[in-house]
Nanobody
Framework: QVQLVESGGGLVQPGGSLRLSCAASGFTFSNYGMSWYRQPQGKERELVATISSGGASTTYVDSVKGRFTISRDNAKNTVYLQMSSLKPEDTAVYYC?????????WGQGTQVTVSS
């Protein structure tokens, strides 16, 4: 059974940091590229960051460059999103996605709220 389980979300003040985790099971994690998406309430889901299957290649949406870092540990079947210098506009539900060929899996999401 394929599972992607996000964790690490919560309430943080502007300027603060959070690290999201996405634990994978039920598939060969090291074959899959991984992405983090986010969806603010009432808005469309947007791609935040991607990382290649081996971890050598990463991409970021412009709005998070220099603040967010995506990484993965294939031994632990986990992908991370380290978020720093958080802003209120980073408030959203954050989702991880696994993709390889025609296979795509999504997690259930974790809420991140940036507010004072």
């Amino acid at each position: 059974q394929v599972q992607l389980v996000e964790s690490g979300g919560g309430l943080v003040q502007p300027g603060g940091s959070l690290r999201l985790s996405c634990a994978a099971s039920g598939f060969t994690f090291s074959n899959y590229g991984m992405s983090w998406y986010r969806q603010p309430q009432g808005k469309e889901r947007e791609l935040v960051a991607t990382i290649s299957s081996g971890g050598a290649s990463t991409t970021y949406v412009d709005s998070v460059k220099g603040r967010f870092t995506i990484s993965r540990d294939n031994a632990k079947n986990t992908v991370y999103l380290q978020m720093s210098s958080l802003k209120p506009e980073d408030t959203a539900v954050y989702y991880c996605k696994a993709y390889w060929l025609a296979y795509v899996y999504w997690g259930q999401g974790t809420q991140v709220t940036v507010s004072s």
